[in-house]
Each structure stands twice: as structure tokens, then as C-alpha cells.
């Protein structure tokens, strides 16, 4: 356990991690939100979603920090004021557009405030609506302008081969242009080379003064890779594919078996005890 010892914040992952598979919040992570405070243990959020679509999470978590949307892409305060934020490069927004919809996925576009979608019955929209709290704004198509503010450009499809394969090709083609990682098995995001799980982990070391090795990190998905190998100890939860529990220095329960309460109280309280 020594390697363990002194975590001072928790990164957490939110969609099959910190929340069941229905979007809600247990009692008991709620409460391990609580002991973790009483322990002197920052806990933070990062996600896919846009900051907005976290809101619902502040109040019962009690957050303090800063909150990294749309994977890093922005920062912001408990209040969503902004603290930085990284804008995709207009050239490699329309790069991304373009191999998304030559793949076959549908695409949305994400800006600081807005989320893009062409056509409000395409799947997974009402799911994410629900999920976000906010509905999206339906545009015939995806201007310039629009490309130009992108943070975040998603790729869906319920074909999961196809956004796996998508996800390989988009990492090859745009190199360091930008960052492509599945969120979810249907969602690939792709968003600015800083804006990535592993560059989240060294934003809140900077903003808070907390050397990434007393961090620890929890989450379920390929792009929550990125942060485990960034920080001091790293939990991948029992839903997670072999791929990222190989990733991860401890493995948990899964999303709804109370996996992110059971991590803290046997991987970061008992250590820090």
C-alpha cells in the first residue's frame, strides 16, 4: 500500500463511473463524496460532456474546484464560469467533420455553450438530452462559424465496430492536430490535443498545486487511460473492457454494483488511514 500513501485528490471519471447506468447518483457515492472531504481529499470531475451537463452534480457532490468538460476542453469554476478553454483548430474541425460523416457516424458539434446536432431524431439524442439536461439546437448544417468555435466534435453510431475503426483512423490521420477517444463504445470525441484525460490531470495539478503523484484517478474507458498513466495510482471500474483494467494499478465493482464508493473507501480512504 505504500505506493498509495498521500492522495490528495481524486480525479473521477462520470458516465460509468461516478453514475449508474440510469444517470443518477447512489446514496453511497454521495456519502464516500463526504468522507473523502472529512479525509482532506479534493475530489474532481472530468467528462465528455459539456460543463453544462455536469451542473446536476456540483450541489450533491459539494464540489469546489475546477471542472474539466468535454474531456479538458474547458475548465470551469463550480459556478461555470470558464477558466480556460481549448478551441479545436478550425483546419482540423473540418478534417474531423469530414472523416466522420465519410464513415458513416452521425456528428454533432459541441461549442463553449452550444450543442450542434443536424437532425433531432437521430440516435442517441434524446438519451443524451436526458442526460445533459439541455436540449440541442438543430441546424441544417454545420457552418464555418460553427467549426470555428468547436471544442468538441463527436462521432455516433450504434455500429460500435465502426467507431472503433473510426477512432484508429481519426488518430492516425489528424496525428497531433487533435485528440480522438471514444467516450462511449457509440460516442468517439474528438477534440484539442490538451483537451485529453491525461492533460487534466497536469491542468489541476497546476491550478491546485498538487504534484500529479499524490493524485489518484477512476474510470472505465479508453480515454480514462490517458489519466491513469498521468497520476499516482489509478482505478479502473469492474465495467471497464480488459483493455483499460490492464491500464489501471487496482480494479473495482462495476458502475452498478457501487464500484466508485468501494474504490474510495478500499483504495484511497484505507491508505490514507
Known amino acids: 500500500m ?16 461516478l453514475v449508474t447506468q440510469e444517470k443518477v447518483l447512489t446514496e453511497q457515492t454521495i456519502a464516500v463524496a463526504q468522507e473523502l472531504r472529512e479525509a482532506g481529499i479534493t475530489l474532481a470531475i472530468t467528462s465528455g460532456r459539456p460543463p453544462r451537463g455536469m451542473s446536476m452534480l456540483i450541489a450533491p457532490l459539494r464540489l469546489k474546484g475546477a471542472i474539466a468538460g468535454f474531456n479538458g476542453g474547458v475548465f470551469v469554476n ?26 458513416g457516424l452521425d456528428a454533432w458539434v459541441y461549442t463553449e455553450k452550444e450543442w450542434l446536432i443536424r437532425d433531432g431524431n437521430a ?15 438543430v441546424v441544417p448544417s454545420f457552418t464555418d462559424a460553427h467549426l470555428a468555435d468547436a471544442v468538441k466534435i463527436v462521432g455516433v453510431s450504434d455500429d460500435l465496430d465502426r467507431v472503433a475503426a473510426c477512432e484508429k483512423m481519426a488518430q492516425e490521420k489528424l496525428g497531433q492536430k487533435a485528440s480522438a477517444a471514444r ?11 490538451k483537451a485529453n484525460k491525461g492533460a487534466v490531470v497536469l491542468t489541476l495539478s497546476k491550478l491546485l498545486g498538487i504534484p500529479p503523484e499524490q493524485m489518484a484517478t477512476i474510470g472505465d474507458m ?26 489501471a494499478t487496482a480494479v473495482t465493482d462495476s458502475n452498478q454494483n457501487e464500484g466508485f464508493a468501494n474504490a474510495v473507501r478500499k483504495f484511497i480512504l484505507q491508505s490514507a488511514a
Do not use: C
Not at 463550480?78 to 464513415?103: G, M, R, Y
Not at 440516435?123 to 439546437?137: G, I, L, M, Q
Not at 467516450?183 to 490535443?193: E, F, G, I, M, N
Open 78 to 103: 463550480p459556478d461555470l464560469s470558464v477558466i480556460e478553454s481549448h478551441i479545436l483548430d478550425f483546419a482540423a474541425a473540418k478534417e474531423t467533420l469530414e472523416l466522420i460523416l465519410d464513415q
Open 183 to 193: 467516450s462511449q463504445p457509440y460516442y468517439l470525441d474528438v477534440t484539442h490535443p
Open 222 to 247: 479508453p480515454n480514462d487511460v490517458l489519466m491513469f498513466r498521468n497520476s499516482g495510482m489509478s482505478i479502473a471500474m469492474g465495467n471497464s473492457s480488459d483493455e483499460v483494467k490492464s491500464q
Open 123 to 137: 440516435p442517441h439524442v434524446s438519451r443524451e438530452t436526458w442526460t445533459v439536461k439541455f436540449d440541442a439546437k
Open 2 to 17: 505504500s505506493e498509495q500513501r498521500n492522495i490528495r485528490l481524486l480525479l473521477a471519471d462520470v458516465d460509468g463511473t
